[in-house]
C-alpha cells in the first residue's frame, strides 16, 4: 500500500527545512517508520521520490543505521544496554532476564506485538547504570525484577512513566518526534535525575561557586 | 584559590522546571547576545581564543583557532554545526546539559554563529534521546518567539536559523565528518581530510563542528570574560568541564570542576568506591582512552597529564571498576562493540575489529594460549593508525592498555579454563541475582 497523501506533504516539509533536501532524509525515515511501523519499500520509494534519488541510495542510508528497522516494530521498543559499564553493572542478567520472561530473542517482538526486544550500545546515562530504553527514555539503575514489572506493565496496557522523562507514548509515536513534528510531553518530567546532581548537590552545601566574572560582582 | 566544584554549566540544572526559557532568563540568560553583538565577529573570536577553550568532545583542539580557520573571503554560506552525537562509551554530560538546560546550548550556538558569521546552524543530536530531542525542539521554538533567534536578532541585523536533527543510530556519527555525511542524508562515513570542515564541509561549505558542551560554555567566557575562564584548571588546560562518575562508585554522577582535579578527589566527593570495594581499573574519558589503574589516581585530570600517564583525557567520561570486575569481559564487551559500529569504509578497522573479537573472545573462554596476546598486540599494531578515522585507533586502546597492567589476568582465563570471575558480584543487585540465578559467590 503506498503512503498517504498526508505523510507525502509531510515528508516534503521535512526536506524543505534544509537548505539541501536531502539533508531531510534522516528524520523522512523516521517519519516513515512512524506511519508504516517500519521502513517499508513503498516508504523507500516515497522518500527517493520526493529527493529525486534513486531507491537504491534510500536504502543504503535506511540500512546503515541502527534505529532503522526492516521487520515490524512492537507497540514498545525497549532496549537493554549491554555495552561494557551497563553490562557489568547487571545489563547482561537484566536481558537475559527479559528475554526468557518474553520469550523473544534479541531484535524479536513478542507474538501479542506489544514489545520489541533488542541490546543496544552506550546510550549516554552510564551514571544510571544498569539503564534500560523504552522507546528511546530512560528507564535508570533498572534491576531483573524492575525490568520485567515494565514491560508486563506496558504489556496490561498500564500507564508507564520514564523515571527521567515524561509518560511513555509508542514507538510509532516517538518516531515522529523524531522526524520533528514535536508532540506535547517537552514539559513533563524533571530538569535532571539525581545522578545528574550529584555534584551540584555538593557544590551547594559546601558553598562551592566558580569565581566571579569580570561583568559582575557577585559570583555567580 | 578555585573553588574544588565549580558549577557554571551545571548550575541552574536545580531550578525549577530549568529548561524552559523563563526559568533561563530569571537567571540572567541570554545577556551573551547583546555582550556578543556589540563586538565585532572577529573579537569575540579572540576572546574565545583568549579564554584557552578547548574542544570538550574529546580532542581537545582551541576552540577559537578552529573557528578563526572559516575562510571568511570564501562567499559560500558558513556553518555551524554542534556534535550532540554523544555515544563514546561511558559519556554522559551532553545528554543532560540539554535535558536540564537546552537554553545554554541555544545561546552558545547563537554567539559562536555569530562569531564565524553562520546564518544556518544545525544541533545534530543521536536518535536515541526521545526526551532531550523535545527539549532541544521546545528550546528553539521558544528561542524563536522571543527574538532570540530568526531575522534582525536583539535589533542587531544579525540573522540565524537552528535546525534540530535527529540522528538514527550510529556511533561513527560522532566523528565529525561521518556527521557531516549523516547530516547530508547518507551513511554516515567519514570524509578523506583535507580538506578539513573548515574549508569544504557541510554542503562543501566552510563548516565548525564543535561539541555540545564547548559551545556550551561560550556564553559564560562572553559574560565573564576569557580571563575569568583561563583563570580555572591549569596553565594549558583552561577552564571548567563535567566530569562523568559512572560504575563502582557510590555516588555516581555529574561533578563540574577545573580541569586538572584527580580522580582520588572526585571518588572522595562521590563517597569512595562503594562499600567494600576497591578500584581496580578506569577509563579517564571513554572506552577509547587507553585504561588506567589505581596508580593513577593522582593524575591531574588535564590534557597534558593525563596524556604523559600513557591515556587522554577525551571526554572525562570516568568509568570505574572494582575488583569483582573481569578485565578481559570489559575489554572483549567493548571490541564488540566498535566492531558492530565500524562503518566498514577501510578495511584495517572492518577487518581488524573482526579479527581482534575473534582473538579475545576465545582467550575469554580459556581457549587459545600465551601466544594470543602477542597476535592481539600485533593486530592492533596493524590497526592502530592505519585506520581512516579514530574508529580504529580507539578499539585498540582498551586491549592494548588491558595487556599491559593485567597480562597476568588474561593467562588467569587459560589456566581456569574460562573467566575465573563470578558477573554477579559486579552488578548493582548481587544479592538479588544471587537468589535469582543461584549463583554461588
Known amino acids: 500500500m503506498s503512503l498517504d497523501q498526508k505523510t507525502r506533504d509531510e515528508l516534503r516539509e521535512i526536506a524543505a527545512r534544509y537548505p539541501e533536501a536531502r539533508s531531510g532524509l534522516l528524520p523522512m525515515l523516521h517519519l516513515v517508520q512512524s506511519v508504516e511501523g517500519r521502513v517499508t519499500p513503498e516508504g523507500i520509494e516515497a522518500c527517493a521520490e520526493v529527493l529525486g534519488i534513486s531507491a537504491a541510495e534510500v536504502n543504503g542510508v535506511a540500512t546503515f543505521y541502527t534505529m532503522y528497522k526492516r521487520k515490524p516494530v512492537g507497540d514498545y521498543h525497549v532496549g537493554v544496554c549491554t555495552n561494557t559499564l551497563c553490562a557489568v553493572m547487571g545489563g547482561d542478567l537484566i536481558f537475559e532476564r527479559l528475554k526468557d520472561h518474553l520469550e523473544v530473542g534479541n531484535d524479536e517482538t513478542t507474538e501479542d506485538g506489544t514489545i520489541t526486544l533488542e541490546h543496544i550500545e552506550c546510550n549516554a546515562a552510564c551514571d544510571y547504570a544498569p539503564v534500560m530504553m523504552v522507546n528511546w527514555e530512560f528507564m535508570d539503575n533498572q534491576t531483573p525484577e524492575s525490568a520485567v514489572q515494565v514491560v508486563d506493565d506496558l504489556r496490561a496496557g498500564n500507564e508507564v512513566h520514564s523515571t527521567r522523562g515524561p509518560r511513555l507514548c509508542t514507538w510509532r509515536e516517538a518516531e515522529r518526534v523524531l522526524a520533528g513534528f514535536p508532540d506535547d510531553r517537552a514539559d513533563e518530567g524533571p530538569a535532571a535525575g539525581p545522578a545528574s546532581l550529584a555534584g551540584l548537590r555538593i557544590a551547594r552545601e559546601k558553598g562551592w561557586t566558580a569565581p566571579a566574572g569580570e561583568s559582575k560582582g557577585e559570583s555567580k | ?441
Open chain 2, 1 to 441: 584559590m578555585t573553588d574544588t566544584l565549580t558549577p557554571v554549566l551545571t548550575d541552574n540544572w536545580d531550578a525549577e522546571r530549568a529548561w524552559t526559557l523563563a526559568s533561563y532568563e530569571e537567571r540572567g540568560g541570554y545577556a551573551a547576545l547583546d555582550k556578543a553583538f556589540a563586538m565585532a565577529p572577529d573579537d569575540v573570536i579572540a576572546a574565545v581564543k583568549e579564554s584557552g577553550l578547548r574542544g570538550r568532545g574529546g580532542a581537545g583542539f582551541p576552540t577559537g583557532m578552529k573557528w578563526g580557520f572559516i575562510p571568511q573571503d570564501n562567499p559560500k554560506p558558513k556553518y555551524l554545526v554542534v556534535n550532540a552525537d554523544e555515544s563514546e562509551p561511558g559519556t554522559c554530560k551532553d545528554i543532560p546539559l540539554m535535558m536540564a538546560s537546552p537554553h545554554t546550548l541555544v545561546e552558545g550556538v547563537i554567539v559562536s554563529s555569530y562569531a564565524i558569521r553562520a546564518n544556518t546552524a544545525f544541533i545534530y543530536v543521536r536518535g536515541e534521546v526521545l526526551h532531550v530531542i523535545r527539549r532541544l525542539q521546545r528550546a528553539v521554538q521558544e528561542a524563536y518567539l522571543a527574538g532570540h533567534l530568526g531575522k534582525n536578532i536583539h535589533g542587531s541585523g544579525y540573522d540565524l536559523d537552528l535546525i534540530v536533527h535527529a540522528g538514527a543510530g550510529a556511533y561513527i556519527c560522532g566523528e565529525e565528518t561521518a556527521l557531516l555525511e549523516g547530516l547530508e542524508g547518507r551513511r554516515g562515513q567519514p570524509r578523506l581530510r583535507p580538506p578539513f570542515p573548515a574549508v569544504a564541509g557541510l554542503y562543501a561549505s566552510p563548516t565548525v563542528i564543535n561539541n555540545v558542551e564547548s559551545i556550551a560554555s561560550v556564553p559564560s567566557i562572553i559574560v565573564n570574560g576569557p580571563a575569568w575562564f583561563a583563570g580555572m584548571g591549569t596553565e594549558k588546560s583552561n577552564g571548567f568541564g563535567i566530569f562523568s562518575l559512572s560504575g563502582h562508585v557510590a555516588n555516581p554522577g555529574q561533578y563540574e570542576a577545573p580541569l586538572g582535579i584527580t580522580l582520588r578527589e572526585l571518588i572522595d566527593l562521590a563517597g569512595g568506591m562503594r562499600e567494600g570495594h576497591e578500584l581496580k581499573f578506569w577509563t579517564p574519558g571513554g572506552s577509547s582512552t587507553p585504561l588506567l589503574t589505581p596508580e593513577h589516581l593522582d593524575v591531574p585530570l588535564d590534557f597534558e597529564a593525563v596524556g604523559a600517564a600513557g591515556s587522554m583525557l577525551g571526554t572525562r567520561a570516568l568509568q570505574l571498576f572494582d575488583e569483582t570486575t573481569c578485565v578481559v569481559r570489559a575489554v572483549l564487551r567493548w571490541t564488540e562493540f566498535y566492531k558492530h559500529e565500524s562503518c566498514g569504509k577501510c578495511t584495517p578497522c572492518r577487518e581488524g575489529t573482526w579479527w581482534l573479537t575473534q582473538t579475545l573472545a576465545r582467550l575469554e573462554k580459556g581457549q587459545g594460549s600465551e601466544a594470543d596476546l602477542d597476535l592481539l598486540l600485533d593486530q592492533c599494531d596493524n590497526i592502530l593508525g592505519r585506520s581512516f578515522c579514530a574508529l580504529g585507533d580507539g578499539a585498540t586502546s582498551p586491549i592494548s592498555s588491558s595487556i599491559q597492567y593485567f597480562r597476568d589476568e588474561y593467562l588467569a582465563h587459560l589456566t581456569h579454563g574460562g573467566c575465573p570471575f563470578d558477573p554477579a558480584a559486579s552488578t548493582t543487585f548481587p544479592s538479588l541475582s544471587d537468589t535469582a540465578a543461584g549463583a554461588t559467590a
